[in-house]
C-alpha cells in the first residue's frame, strides 16, 4: 500500500480493528477490477481510496459509479474516499462509521 492507503488502512484498524483488509495489491478480482480494502468480518463491503491523480474526471468502470456498480453485481455495498478526505478526520471517521452501520 502506498502511503494514502497506509493512513487509511491505520483509520479503519482503529475503528474497526481486524474487520478490513488491504486488498489493492492484486488479491481479489472482481469482474476485473481490484477493489483497495475489503470487509474481511461478514460484511460485503469494500472501500476505495481515490486520488486526484489517478482518479480526477474519469468515466466509465474506473468511476465512482462504474466502480460501485461494478461491485454491486457482486452483492458488495462500495464506499469511495478521496485522499483529500484523509486531512479532515473526524468528518472522515463519520463518513466510514455510517458506511459501516
Excluded at 488502512?9 to 483497495?36: A, E, K, T
Excluded at 478521496?82 to 472522515?92: D, N, Q, V
Aim: proline share 4%; hydrophobic share 40%; with cysteine.
Amino acid at each position: 500500500p502506498n502511503m494514502a492507503e497506509q493512513r487509511l488502512l491505520s483509520l479503519l484498524d482503529d475503528l474497526y480493528p481486524g474487520d478490513w483488509r488491504f486488498v489493492g495489491d492484486g488479491q481479489v478480482i472482481l469482474g476485473g477490477l481490484n477493489p483497495d480494502f475489503i470487509n474481511c468480518n461478514g460484511k460485503k463491503l469494500i472501500i476505495e481510496l481515490f486520488g486526484a491523480h489517478w482518479h480526477q474526471d474519469i468515466t466509465g468502470p474506473r468511476s465512482e459509479t462504474g466502480r460501485a456498480d461494478a461491485f454491486r453485481a457482486f452483492g458488495y455495498k462500495t464506499l469511495i474516499v478521496w485522499e483529500k478526505e484523509l486531512g479532515h478526520k473526524s468528518l472522515l471517521i463519520t463518513k466510514i462509521r455510517r458506511f459501516h452501520e
